[in-house]
Nanobody, 118 residues
Framework: QVQLVESGGGLVQAGGSLRLSCTASERATLGTHRMGWYRQAPGKQRELVADIAPGDNTDYADSVKGRFTISRDYAAQTIYLEMNGLTPEDTAVYYC???????????WGQGTQVTVSA
């Protein structure tokens, strides 16, 4: 199973920006997995924020389109989530996910808290 380590969460004021990072433990993970960011707010279900496939195909939740950008660095085995124009509704624990395109196995990171104050 792929180990994923997230970083970059924190407290920011509304309108601010944060960049989340997720580094995979195994080489070639980004080339064989669809990588994504999910989030879970208190009392709510975990939801997809954005994901990216090896062919650079990306998908975004409607609520973050135009504000968030997912990207990756193969050499660093890392994906990023650039978040701009943050609102209190973006407050959640953000999780990195890796889903194998070979066997569909899913791995999750430990999560990183993002808190946006009004």
């Amino acid at each position: 199973q792929v180990q994923l380590v997230e970083s970059g969460g924190g407290l920011v004021q509304a309108g601010g920006s944060l960049r989340l990072s997720c580094t995979a433990s195994e080489r070639a993970t980004l080339g064989t997995h669809r990588m994504g960011w999910y989030r879970q707010a208190p009392g709510k279900q975990r939801e997809l924020v954005a994901d990216i496939a090896p062919g650079d195909n990306t998908d975004y939740a409607d609520s973050v389109k135009g504000r968030f950008t997912i990207s990756r660095d193969y050499a660093a085995q890392t994906i990023y989530l650039e978040m701009n124009g943050l609102t209190p509704e973006d407050t959640a624990v953000y999780y990195c996910q890796a889903r194998s395109l070979i066997n569909l196995r899913t791995s999750w990171g430990q999560g990183t808290q993002v808190t946006v104050s009004a």
